[in-house]
């Protein structure tokens, strides 16, 4: 396994999705965020179609009507949807620190769906995970923000859409997986913009951050998948958390945010909290190895 280049091609993929986010923020300033939403869903997916046929996999797939992929699609419109609306209606920095709790949540989810054992320690970094994510939003305290709980709500889209996505038939690959779940923005963009019913100017320069935005999303997709697919995921995974990083960086250069210091520990917790929930993965499957080879 090599776990170098996966660990590259995950800083790689958080540094793209990181700019993806930027680029949909700026854009949201003068187009409609039903539109973004709708032209984002098709232009990836278009892409991937092609990469799906390129490869000679069926694009209309039977499997696309269980409820894993129908639950999956109604928690990426919910994630993509929530998400796109927190960081344009919150600094990208606060946004994306709040959305790194999402493996934090697809741990329990998976606790309780799928069964899979939780130790009282990883519990414990649930829990300061948790504290992090309330030191950012801070409830009833005056700079709570009330538009911050649409990250929230976006990590529990995410959370259900990973999820959805282990239980997914295996006859699906990963690209038709980003056919449809790039497809069901369309619908819901057109849907929230006719709702929304607010003036849109796409002029040229909005153009290109949606096309952007588009090549960035779908660059960041493949390297993802290549990233964990490269090594041991207990190595790489706790790379994706350097899209905090990118997010601060974009956000002060570009927006010309400043994130306080509760923002700043509530991020430094959810990081060190998922961290450390990976590396006590990383040491029960290791161990889970160990006994089975003795036993065997």
């Given at each position: ?11 790689v ?13 700026s ?66 920095s ?22 899979e ?18 030191m ?26 990973d999820l ?123 161990a ?9």
């Amino acid at each position: 396994m090599n776990n170098t280049k996966g660990s590259l091609y995950m800083v790689v993929a958080m540094a793209a999705f990181a700019i993806e986010d930027m680029l949909i923020k700026s854009a949201a300033e003068t187009a409609s965020l039903g539109y973004i939403l709708a032209l984002f869903g098709l232009g990836g997916m278009l892409i991937f179609m092609l990469l799906a046929w390129r490869k000679g996999q069926k694009i209309l797939h039977p499997a696309i009507l269980t409820a894993p992929i129908l639950i999956r699609a109604l928690c990426e419109v919910i994630g993509r949807f929530s998400f796109a609306l927190a960081i344009t209606l919150t600094p990208l920095s606060s946004a994306s620190a709040i959305l790194q709790a999402t493996p934090l949540i697809a741990m329990i989810g998976a606790a309780l769906l799928f069964g899979e054992h939780v130790g009282v320690k990883r519990w414990l970094a649930v829990l300061v995970g948790f504290i992090g994510v309330l030191m950012i939003i801070r409830p009833g305290l005056a700079g709570f923000e009330a538009n911050s709980l649409l990250a929230v709500i976006a990590t529990l889209g995410f959370a259900g859409r990973d999820l959805a996505t282990r239980a997914a038939p295996p006859v699906l690959s990963n690209m038709q997986l980003g056919v449809y779940g790039f497809f069901v923005l369309i619908p819901a963009g057109i849907a929230i913009a006719l709702y929304q019913n607010e003036p849109s100017q796409l002029n040229f320069l909005t153009s290109l951050q949606i096309i952007g935005a588009i090549i960035f999303g779908v660059a960041a997709y493949h390297a993802l998948t290549i990233a964990m697919r490269a090594g041991d995921v207990s190595v790489i995974a706790p790379f994706r958390y350097t899209r905090l990083l990118f997010a601060l960086a974009l956000g002060i250069l570009i927006f010309g945010e400043s994130p306080d210091v509760m923002t700043l520990l509530g991020s430094l917790l959810v990081v060190i909290s998922g961290v450390y929930t990976l590396s006590q993965t990383r040491k029960r499957v290791s161990a889970t190895v160990v006994n089975n080879l003795r036993s065997g």
